[in-house]
């Protein structure tokens, strides 16, 4: 069974940084396709970011200010130059099948989420 375990969220200024992390257990996350993504209630999930073996890419929205990596089956987003419109509950996914992006449906597993509140 593959479970992904979010932590790190929290409440934090405008500028401020935070560093989310995902600890995977059930499959390794060196070989697997990892994301990190974002919802807020009653909108579509947004991928940010996401990762296999080396190649990485960012959505616009998040581009030059979040970076995704990982180490020892942990998946980490540090989030630089937050604004209030990164509130959301951040999610990490783990996708085993041959497309590996920034849509929901590469990802098969995921964890609960993480809350993220940026005050101005």
């Known amino acids: 069974q593959v479970l992904l375990v979010e932590s790190g969220g929290g409440s934090v200024q405008a500028g401020g940084s935070l560093r989310l992390s995902c600890v995977v257990s059930?499959?390794?996350?060196?070989?697997?396709?990892m994301g990190w993504f974002r919802q807020v209630p009653g909108k579509e999930r947004e991928g940010i970011a996401r990762t296999r073996a080396g190649w990485i890419s960012y959505a616009e929205s998040v581009k030059g200010r979040f970076t995704i990596s990982g180490a020892k089956n942990t998946l980490y987003l540090d989030m630089t130059r937050l604004k209030p419109d990164d509130s959301d509950t951040y999610y990490c996914a783990l996708g085993r099948g041959s497309v590996c992006g920034l849509g929901s449906n590469s990802y098969q597993n995921w964890g609960k989420g993480t809350q993220v509140t940026v005050s101005s």
């Open positions: 059930g499959d390794r996350i060196s070989t697997a396709c």
